[in-house]
């Protein structure tokens, strides 16, 4: 998926800079924790700043990694869901790190 895709899944506008900043913030945080990778440059997620404040966003194609992808089958059962979500809240922006060692504890605990 490219950056244009993403902004259109999401119904946002790729000219209104407000938009364009909170696009990188999550991919920049799910790129941080590993979860997706630019398959262009690693390094860059596309976006640049402006020395005016405002942020220019390149096409970039993205892939979710292994690690997103064992998030995602983590998350993906409703029950297990359902029980992480509740402490996800408390965690805040870290609660991304926390995501598969809470569902591998809830779903060891239920066996």
Known sequence: MNTS???SKLNYDNDKDSERKEVWHYLKLLSEQKLIECIDDKENLGFFFLGNGTIVCGIKKFRIT????QTYESITTNMIWNKIKTPLKTLGIESLKQIPSLAIKIITESI
Do not use: A
Request: proline content about 0%; overall charge negative.
């Open 5 to 7: 895709e993403i902004f």
């Open 66 to 69: 292994n690690v997103g992808y």
